[in-house]
């Protein structure tokens, strides 16, 4: 079969025919799609933008296009909820991504240093150092990670520590306080071979559960043998060590174990270590197991202070608001020079019960011999602390079951000081969201807040929701009185975002620009007015697109909730020329407690749009018209649960976003396909299950039997056993019988997102192949939950093309249905 995609030549609309994937392919290797699809996944990607500590630098990192398959097929564990390469001590291949280059640009004068980098450089966990005059990153070498620094002023890089580092639960190493050196996580010197367990069983594998109501989400990649416990300890237990920026023999300090977190105090004297212990658990992820958090002496090792002991969490409440007991988000306070601050439930982590105050957050301060201080107690549960200054800091606390937030400023210096309550509102009215706090850092290199020259307020920014789309704004907030007034806000053409405030009396501004024709680059803008100066240059990732049309559009439920979409139409389309085309629609339903919030616009109409990866936005070269993201709100007000109306409300969205595009004249009733990933997936299947609307469907990643997440799913927090009927009515495994278009099953082999697991895939297309429904089901080798090699990616857009061409583009008129054109 050929493919055709609409491109413009000169102002005509020309077809353009693309040679076809031959069929036979599919039964002896991985598809391609038709060029330039090809071209564009696979070219280099724009560089990231490091910006330096003295807002005066820029790191940009030359980043790695997509790995191959062979890259992908790895050695790989899967241990306790991580996937790590047993080669490397770090992140399995499936989870990397690394930069291959490193370039230091001046902010004012343009100018660029190109640091010199080993041949073959994959460098990951890249950070400044406090002062900003060197940048830290791990090399990754065929057999582990190396610890090297590269000099702003001069762009000279060197190695500081060899092959000795151990990245399996994240970034393996700290720059400490006064520039220094590091403290580093390594893999424990004389380690050995890693354990092997016999191939033939000594037991049974056996788990007991005594009357203890222990109820755990659907959970990946868990423990599930004594024989994978030693592995667990053999690769993540690491040695905690401070290297000298010079370089040099590494200094121990206290014994190996398995380190979640370790963090210099700002002053350096100390160092906040969690630990995990035994006992394990095969039910529930590392994140849960047993752990000790203390305080150390950052020199000798030794311990100052046990903050918190925590039991094994694997008996939370199902409700997203549980907790578990005692000390959490211990951490230091940012503005001070060895404070500790932690939050602890007083409901007993239980959400279900009542209880005025919910979470008490304490400060600590050094040598950390008297008694915790109260700084605040809090309705709900802790969101975040933003800190400031002695006498100023920000807490926000949150509430899942109302969508509800609060932020108080607080006096840390003196606790007693009444909180002052700042902003109460809905967190999902973006309309109202008063932004959060632009930070600097300290001396020490900590986050802090940053404050206007004269110290009487704060900086915020926000995406500007509005009934325009989105539009960043810069404001200051008053610290006295809360009050805030707008230094500035982006205007068309362009989308713009607030990067960073280069003087802190806010007459400049480093920002990230962008058109519907630009892509997106820094620049420095002067406030106030519209000076700006561009900084980088990068072109257009994917030229080959240029002229594709995007329009927000916005529309209304028969309800009455307000919609909206993103329309991408073909370079050169004119729908009184070329009449409505063949649409796939992309979304995600997200769940709301308010139906005002639900109709509000979330995109702006300014982005500059290039796909990547398995994008379905590539189908707009071949002849596809795209609408991105249709809100498909799922409301539920009151006492009322979303998900008990999900299938009502879900039609209802789908029916007004397809007779949008057909009133537009833009697309045809008949030749419409649906599509989303994960819980898009699940989406997609409800629909072609519940209507008639779509000629087809494509379903990525998806779960599709939710008794197999019987403990809760995305936002639903009731068991299987508390909603029954909304679990069984919400599975379209339950109405596989009912599925009468064709669908494109897509699924990564060792999916590790929690709930989608494979087998989800494996038996909805078992259920419809045994009630004769037109389904394929492509299952990527080595793919976790997204897709990464670009064999898989490519192949992805290929059958996603194919199906698409056969059964909307170039299918027949469909057979008249017994059932409504929408719900059934």
């Not at 909820?81 to 370039?103: K, M």
């Not at 820094?522 to 002229?547: E, H, I, K, M, S």
Request: aromatic share 8%.
């Amino acid at each position: 079969m050929q493919h055709t995609r609409i491109a413009r030549t000169g102002a005509l609309l020309t077809a353009i025919v693309l040679a076809g994937v031959d069929a036979a392919q599919a039964q002896t290797g991985y598809l391609r799609p038709p060029e330039p699809i090809p071209s564009i996944v696979t070219a280099q990607p724009t560089p990231t933008v490091l910006v330096g500590r003295d807002r005066q630098t820029l790191a940009l990192l030359a980043r790695e296009a997509l790995p191959s398959i062979s890259e992908m097929a790895e050695p790989e564990l899967r241990l306790a909820g991580f996937r790590i390469s047993p080669r490397t001590n770090g992140v399995s291949s499936t989870r990397a991504s690394y930069s291959t280059g490193i370039t230091f640009q001046e902010l004012g004068s343009g100018r660029q240093r190109v640091v010199q980098l080993p041949a073959g450089a994959r460098i990951a966990y890249a950070q400044w150092s406090p002062d900003g005059r060197h940048l830290a990153f791990v090399n990754a070498l065929e057999n582990g990670l190396e610890l090297w620094v590269a000099q702003v002023a001069t762009g000279q890089a060197r190695r500081v520590l060899g092959p000795e580092l151990n990245a399996t639960i994240g970034t393996p190493y700290r720059w400490l306080p006064d520039n220094s050196g590091f403290i580093v996580r390594r893999v424990v010197p004389g380690r050995g071979q890693p354990p092997r367990g016999s191939e033939v069983p000594s037991a049974p594998v056996i788990q007991e559960n005594l009357g203890r109501t222990a109820p755990a989400r659907t959970y990946q990649d868990l423990l599930q043998s004594p024989a994978d416990e030693a592995l667990f300890e053999h690769y993540f237990t690491a040695q905690l060590s401070r290297v000298p920026l010079a370089g040099g023999r590494p200094a121990d300090l206290g014994a190996p174990g398995i380190f979640f977190g370790f963090d210099p105090s700002p002053d350096g004297r100390y160092l906040l270590v969690t630990r995990v212990k035994r006992p394990y658990s095969y039910v529930v992820p590392a994140w849960n197991f047993p752990q000790e958090t203390s305080v150390l002496d950052a020199r000798t090792g030794a311990r100052v202070k046990l903050v918190a002991d925590i039991p094994l969490t694997d008996n939370l409440p199902p409700a997203f608001d549980a907790v578990h007991e005692g000390p959490r988000e211990v951490e230091w306070r940012s503005d001070a020079p060895a404070t500790l601050a932690w939050v602890e439930a007083q409901d007993g982590g239980d959400p279900r019960r009542d209880a005025a105050v919910r979470d008490r957050v304490f400060l600590l301060n050094a040598p950390f011999t008297a008694q915790p201080v109260p700084l605040i107690d809090l309705e709900h549960r802790l969101s975040y602390i933003a800190w400031g200054r002695p006498d100023y800091a920000i807490v926000r606390s949150a509430w899942w079951n109302t969508r509800w937030e609060r932020r108080f400023a607080v006096n840390p210096s003196n606790p007693a000081a009444a909180p002052r309550l700042l902003v109460e509102r809905s967190y999902q009215d973006r309309y109202s969201d008063p932004g959060t706090p632009v930070t600097t850092t300290t001396p020490s290199g900590h986050a802090v807040m940053m404050f206007t020259e004269d110290g009487e307020g704060i900086f915020l920014t926000a995406a500007g929701a509005s009934e325009r789309g989105n539009y960043p704004f810069l404001d200051v907030m008053d610290v006295a009185t809360g009050e805030s007034r707008r230094l500035w806000r982006a205007e068309d053409p362009y989308f713009e975002t607030v990067l960073t405030v280069l003087d802190r009396d806010g007459s400049r501004i480093l920002t990230r620009r962008e058109s519907l024709t630009d892509p997106p680059n820094v620049f420095v803008r002067t406030l106030p007015g519209d000076q700006a100066r561009a900084v980088t240059n990068f072109p257009d990732p994917a030229p080959q697109l240029a002229g594709i049309q995007r329009q927000l559009i916005t529309y209304t439920r028969a309800d009455g909730v307000r919609l909206s979409g993103t329309l991408f139409l073909p370079p050169g389309y004119d729908a009184a020329r070329d009449g409505p085309l063949p649409m796939l629609m992309w979304a995600y339903p997200t769940e709301f407690r308010d139906a005002a919030a639900a109709g509000q616009i979330t995109d702006s109409p300014n982005r500059f749009s290039r796909p990547g990866g398995s994008s379905h936005l590539f189908l707009l070269l071949a002849g596809y018209a795209i609408l991105d993201n249709p809100t498909m709100p799922i409301v539920g007000e009151g006492e009322v649960e979303p998900n008990d109306t999900y299938v009502e409300q879900l039609v209802a969205s789908a029916q007004a976003a397809v007779d949008k595009v057909v009133e537009m004249g833009v697309a045809h009733r008949d030749r419409i396909a649906i599509g989303g990933h994960s819980y898009g997936a699940f989406m997609t299947a409800n629909l072609l299950a519940h209507s008639d609307l779509f000629r087809a469907g494509v379903a990525r990643s998806g779960a599709y039997n939710r008794t197999l997440t019987p403990f809760g799913f995305q936002a639903e927090q009731r068991t299987y056993w508390e909603a029954t009927d909304t679990y069984t009515r919400m599975s379209p495994f339950t109405f596989a019988n009912r599925v009468n278009e064709p669908i494109l099953l897509i699924h990564g082999a060792n999916d590790d997102n929690s709930g989608t697991f494979p087998v989800q895939s494996e038996r909805f297309y078992a259920a419809l192949k045994g009630h004769g429904a037109t389904v394929r089901y492509v299952v990527l080798p080595l793919e976790a939950h997204g897709y990464r090699a670009r064999e898989s990616v490519l192949h992805t857009l290929a059958e996603t093309i194919n199906w698409l061409d056969t059964h909307v583009k170039n299918a027949p008129p469909r057979a008249p249905s017994p059932s409504t054109p929408a719900a059934r």
